[in-house]
C-alpha cells in the first residue's frame, strides 16, 4: 500500500542537479530535401509581384536619392507557410544584391535596397528559371516599402505633440553598411541643427532622443523621411503600479543581524527618511531624483514588502516569510519618468551595485504590441545580460471600464504593459489573496487590474502571479488591500501589481542566495528564473491556455519549495548546453519505481526549460534568435517518441505561426505538462533537447545554456516517490549534486 506524502517540501528532499558532459550531445538524424514551389510561379504570378515591386520602389526612390549613401528597405510579405526559415527567400536576396535588414512582423522578411538592387530584384523576378529562385518568389506574397508611413509608430502630429520622440536605426548584415548609415543620420542632423541625446545600445547602433516640438516642419519631415531609419516613436512614459488607500498605525519588525538576508535592488521613488521601522532594512542608498521630486510613497510601500509582507498582513499564509534587506535606489519621480532617463539611471545604479543579483521594478508603461518587443523591454534585457541580474517586473495595471471581474467574459484593453514584455525579465501579475464584501474577485482570482498577457508574438507572460491586494467596489482599496509601511511609518492599504512583485522578488534573492557557492557551478538568472517558474507549477493547477494569460505558472508557494520536493514528487534540474545541429539526451531515464504499474508509468511530469537566447531588436517579431524544443518520451531505437509535450499535439506541427501560438516556438520558456492516470508503457525513457536558428542568425558564440527542470510526481500521494527516484538516480550512475547550498531564510 502506498503512503502519503507529506504536502509541504521537505529539507530531506532538495532537488539533484545534473551537471552538463559533452558525451550527452551527438547527431540527430537527417532528413529533408530540395526547396518546392508553395504556389505555381507562372508568368502572371511574376507580373503581379514585379508589379508589387514597382509600387513599393516608387515610395523609396525619392529617398534613396535624397540619401545615396543609405539604402531602403523593402518588405517581403511571407505566405504563412512560408514564415519558417526553411522557406525564407534568401538565394532570391542573394541574387538580386538585396541586403537583409531584420524582421518586422511576424510574415515580414525586410530587405536593404538601393536603385540597382532594385532593377536587379526586378528582372530576377521576371526571368530567373532555377528552381530555388521559383521556390523563393512562390513564398513572397507581395513587396512594400518601409517608408515614412511605416516609420512612425503614430502620424506626424502625435509624434510633435507628444514632444520627446526616439530614433532607431536599421542594423544591415554589412556592418560597414550599418555605420555609413549612423554617419549619414548624424550629418543630417548636424546640418539642421538638430540636437539629440544619444543613447548607446547593446545590440546595434544607438538610439537618439529629440525634443520634436523644438524642430520646424522642415527639419521633422527631414527626419521621417530618412531611409535608414526603422522607427520614430514616442517615448514611453513609466508610472508606478500601485494605488493607496487608508491608514492604519503599525511598525514593522527589525532584522536579525545574523540572519544574512540577501540583498535587493528596488529601483523606484526611495524610500522615506521616517519611516523609521523601514530603515534598519535599507542596506545602502543610490539617488538620481531630488527630493522636490519625489514624495517616497510609492517607493516605501514597495521596499516595505521585501523587507516583510508577510508581517505587514497578518501573516497571510499565501505570503512567503522570506524577507530581505534593500538597496533602495531613488530613480523614479512620483508623478512620471521618462523611460530612457530610467534606463539610463539603472545602468548606472547595476553598474554600482555589482553585489546586488536581482532587482525589483514596481513600474509600467504603455500597454504592448502583438507582433513586436517594446524598446523600454529591449533595454532591461540588455541591462540584465550587461550585468548578469534578474529583474522581477509588474505586469502593470488596467484601470479601464468596464470593471474586469472573473472569470474574464469581455475582450478588454488590458495588455501587459511594458517592460513587461522582458524575455530575460520575470513578470508579475496580480492575484487577490482575501474575500471581503464589495470586493470585485475572490481570493484565488486574478484581480480586476492585474494586466494580462500573452506578451508580442504569443510569448508566454505574465510568468508569475502574486498577492496584489485586493480592489473594492466601485474602485477603491479595502479589507481585501494588501497593507504596505507609508512614509510617516505607518501602514496604509492599497493594491496594484507593484506590490504583487516585490513578493516575487524576495523568493527569487533567497533562491539565488541558497544555490551561491555550489562547487562547479555558476548561478545564472535564467536558473532561478526557471526554479521560480517551476515552484509556481508545482504548486498551482494545470492552467488552460485562457487562464494562462491571467496567472502565467501560478503563485510560488515560498522559497523552500522552489528547491525541495515534497514525498509525492521527484525533481530533476539539468544544465544543457546545446548547439543547432546536434542534440542533448539523457537516457536511461531514472524512472521511480513506484511510479511504475505493469510496465506503465503512472504520474504527473512537469517540465519547465528556460534559456537566454541571442537577441535582435533589429528582427521586429523575430527578436528572439534562436529556439529549444524540449521532449520527454520513450526511446525506440535512436528515436525518441515524445509523450510531453505529445507528438501531433497542436503546436508540436504544422505551420510555423501555429507553433508560436499553441506551442510556444521561439519563447525562451518552455512549458509541457502531462498526467497519465491511466499510465504510458515504455522500457526505456528518455529527455531530449534540440535547438534551432533563426534565419540569416550567425552561428551561436557558445552553446545555449538550457536550465531544465522534470518534476514526476505521483497522482495518489504516494509518500515513497522521492526515495525511489533517488535510488533509481544512483542505479543510473548519472553523476549529480543536491542543488541547494543552504536552506532559505525564514526569520
Not at 1 to 25: V, Y
Not at 239 to 247: D, I, L, V
Not at 421 to 440: E, I, K, M, N, Q
Not at 639 to 667: H, N
Amino acid at each position: 500500500m502506498a503512503t502519503r506524502g507529506t504536502n509541504r517540501a521537505s529539507e530531506a528532499n532538495p532537488f539533484r542537479w545534473i551537471a552538463f558532459r559533452p558525451e550527452d550531445r551527438s547527431a540527430p538524424e537527417g532528413g529533408g530535401g530540395g526547396p518546392k514551389e508553395l504556389v505555381p510561379v507562372t508568368p502572371q504570378y511574376r507580373a503581379s509581384l514585379n508589379a508589387s515591386l514597382a509600387a513599393a520602389s516608387a515610395a523609396l526612390l525619392p529617398e534613396i536619392q535624397a540619401h545615396p549613401s543609405t539604402p531602403g528597405v523593402l518588405i517581403l510579405k511571407l505566405r504563412d507557410i512560408a514564415v519558417a526559415k526553411t522557406h525564407r527567400p534568401n538565394t532570391l536576396v542573394a541574387e538580386a544584391g538585396l541586403q537583409p535588414a531584420g524582421v518586422g512582423r511576424i510574415d515580414e522578411m525586410l530587405v536593404a535596397a538601393n536603385a540597382a538592387s532594385i532593377l536587379s530584384f526586378s528582372q530576377t523576378i521576371l526571368h530567373r528559371q532555377t528552381q530555388a529562385i521559383k521556390a523563393n518568389l512562390s513564398a513572397i506574397q507581395r513587396i512594400g516599402a518601409w517608408d515614412s508611413q511605416r516609420r512612425m509608430e503614430v502620424p506626424a502630429e502625435q509624434l510633435r505633440a507628444h514632444g520627446s520622440i526616439l530614433l532607431s536605426l536599421f542594423r544591415y548584415h554589412a556592418t560597414d553598411a550599418t555605420a555609413r548609415n549612423l554617419d549619414v543620420l548624424r550629418l543630417l542632423m548636424q546640418q539642421r541643427n538638430i540636437q539629440a541625446e544619444v543613447i548607446p545600445q547593446r545590440w546595434g547602433p544607438p538610439v537618439f532622443r529629440i525634443d520634436a516640438q523644438g524642430l520646424s516642419e522642415e527639419s521633422f519631415a527631414a527626419l521621417t523621411k530618412f531611409p535608414g531609419l526603422r522607427a520614430i516613436f514616442r517615448e514611453p512614459i513609466a508610472f508606478p503600479s500601485a494605488t493607496s488607500g487608508a491608514t492604519l498605525a503599525g511598525p514593522l519588525p527589525a532584522p536579525i543581524p545574523e540572519a544574512n538576508h540577501p540583498i535587493v535592488g528596488v529601483f523606484d521613488t526611495g524610500t522615506a527618511a521616517n519611516a523609521l521601522s523601514l530603515r534598519p532594512w535599507i542596506a545602502s542608498t543610490d539617488t538620481y531624483v531630488l527630493a522636490i521630486d519625489t514624495d517616497y510613497v510609492h517607493g516605501t510601500a514597495v521596499a516595505s514588502l521585501v523587507a516583510g509582507g508577510r508581517l505587514l498582513n497578518n501573516d497571510h499564509a499565501l505570503i512567503s516569510h522570506t524577507r530581505c534587506m534593500v538597496h533602495d535606489v531613488c530613480a523614479m519621480e512620483s508623478g512620471f519618468a521618462k523611460t530612457a532617463d530610467l534606463v539610463l539611471r539603472l545602468g548606472r545604479a547595476m553598474a554600482l551595485a555589482p553585489q546586488v543579483k536581482v532587482w525589483n521594478l514596481s513600474l509600467g508603461s504603455a500597454p504592448i504590441s502583438s507582433d513586436e518587443f517594446s524598446w523600454f523591454a529591449q533595454q532591461l534585457d540588455a541591462l540584465s545580460d550587461q550585468h548578469g541580474v534578474l529583474c522581477v517586473i509588474a505586469a502593470g495595471n488596467y484601470e479601464g471600464t468596464p470593471r474586469r471581474g472573473w472569470p474574464a467574459t469581455a475582450l478588454l484593453d488590458d495588455r501587459l504593459s511594458s517592460p513587461g514584455d522582458s524575455v530575460r525579465s520575470l513578470t508579475v501579475g496580480s492575484v487577490a489573496h482575501l474575500d471581503g464584501p464589495g470586493a470585485l474577485v475572490n481570493a484565488g482570482e486574478p484581480t480586476s487590474y492585474s494586466r494580462r498577457g500573452p506578451g508580442p508574438v504569443f510569448t508566454p507572460k505574465p510568468d508569475l502571479v502574486h498577492a496584489g491586494g485586493g480592489v473594492h467596489a466601485p474602485w477603491a482599496a479595502g479589507l481585501t488591500s494588501m497593507q504596505v509601511l507609508q512614509p510617516d511609518n505607518t501602514v496604509g492599504s492599497g493594491f496594484g501589481t507593484s506590490y504583487a512583485a516585490p513578493l516575487v522578488t524576495g523568493l527569487a534573492a533567497h533562491v539565488w542566495q541558497s544555490l551561491d557557492g555550489q562547487p562547479n557551478f555558476t548561478v545564472k538568472p535564467h536558473m532561478v528564473k526557471a526554479l521560480m517558474i517551476h515552484a509556481a507549477r508545482l504548486a498551482s493547477p494545470d492552467y488552460a491556455a485562457a487562464e494562462r494569460r491571467y496567472f502565467g505558472a501560478g503563485v510560488p508557494s515560498d522559497a523552500l519549495a522552489t528547491l525541495y520536493d515534497r514525498d509525492d514528487c521527484f525533481t530533476l534540474m539539468f544544465e544543457v548546453m546545446v548547439v543547432p545541429g546536434y542534440k542533448w539526451r539523457k537516457t536511461p531515464y531514472p524512472i521511480p519505481e513506484v511510479l511504475m504499474r505493469n510496465g506503465r508509468l503512472q504520474a504527473e511530469v512537469i517540465i519547465t526549460a528556460v534559456y537566454s537566447p541571442p537577441l535582435d531588436p533589429n528582427s521586429g517579431a523575430e527578436y528572439v534568435r534562436a529556439n529549444a524544443n524540449v521532449s520527454f518520451g520513450v526511446l525506440n531505437g535512436t528515436r525518441i517518441s515524445g509523450k510531453v509535450p505529445l507528438e501531433g499535439e497542436t503546436g508540436t506541427t504544422g505551420y510555423e505561426a501555429t507553433q508560436i501560438e499553441f506551442g510556444g516556438k521561439w519563447s525562451p520558456v518552455k512549458l509541457h505538462r502531462k498526467s497519465f492516470p491511466v499510465g504510458v508503457a515504455g522500457a526505456q525513457w528518455a529527455i531530449q533537447v534540440e535547438a534551432l536558428l533563426r534565419a540569416n542568425e550567425p552561428p551561436l558564440a557558445e552553446p545555449l545554456n538550457v536550465a531544465l527542470l522534470v518534476s514526476l510526481r505521483a497522482l495518489d500521494g504516494n509518500g515513497g516517490v522521492n526515495g525511489s527516484g533517488i535510488r533509481a538516480l544512483n542505479s543510473a550512475n548519472w553523476l549529480h549534486q543536491t542543488l541547494p547550498t543552504r536552506v532559505p531564510v525564514t526569520v
